[in-house]
């Protein structure tokens, strides 16, 4: 499972960005400044309105495609059935607003925050939600998607299926773990899951050119894994997929992204 470009240039800007005060990024007052900005869209160009901050506006209904609202954020709108199809959407952070059946189809809307929001009827169709944060949102389970709408299905098997996993340990030991078929596993947005049972099948070192009977965990120092045991996570685990850092066994689908995730 490797990343596309788009996943990779996504996590490269992320990590170079720098954030800006609050009190820097332009504030949309009204429904009527908004409709004047709007205005100015042209057919074929994106509206740059990065970072802008809507507050206490009924923008539902609205067509607002064809945006450029990167890191924008929404606080306290009605935005049900608000039509952003086509906009660019990522790391936009809503808060305290109406998001029914609003409509993010063909979106990049990665790294979005729709923590506490009610997700029903939002359509996802053809978006690109990766890194988004569904955790304590309601409703997760009721969006629209379809087969082009990346990252909200899990990548790994949802269940009776067994696969093999990765996670980097101490001193950059790779291990290899079965997945069984009983075992309950989980993925939210992103190329990371969580798993209820493993069997240890191999660790190596990052370059596999060594081979070890045991590694250590980064997170429990008390918690090691040893070639050909079965181990289930020693706080138990956390049947919703949402809440990715939670308790589990961490894994990786992919060796190679296991392996740059913990040689940064």
Known sequence: MNFSQTEKDFIEEAEAYVPIPMDSKPVIGSEDELRGILAKRTAGQMLEMKHSVFRDLDLAGWDMTGLDLSRATFERCDLKGTDFSGSRMDHVAFYEND????????????????????????????????????????????????????WYKMRCPEEGEAFIAWKCCTDLRVVM????????????????????????????????????????????????????????????????????????????????????????
């Open 99 to 150: 998001l029914r059946g609003m409509k993010l189809c063909g979106c990049l809307a990665r790294g979005c925050s729709f923590r506490f929001q009610d997700m029903t009827g939002i359509d996802l169709s053809g978006a690109n939600i990766y890194a988004s944060v569904l955790e304590d949102a309601i409703n997760q389970d009721k969006v629209i998607i379809d087969d082009d709408t990346k």
């Open 177 to 264: 773990m079965l997945v069984p078929r009983d075992a309950k596993r989980c993925m939210a947005t992103m190329e990371t899951g969580r798993v209820s049972k493993v069997k240890v099948l191999k660790i190596t070192s990052i370059d596999e050119t060594e081979n070890y009977t045991w590694a250590q965990s980064t997170v429990d120092p008390d918690f090691y894994y040893e070639v050909g045991k079965w181990l289930e996570p020693a706080n138990g685990f956390q049947e919703d997929r949402w809440k990715d850092s939670s308790p589990g066994i961490h894994f990786f689908l992919d060796r190679q992204q296991c392996v740059d995730y913990q040689s940064k």
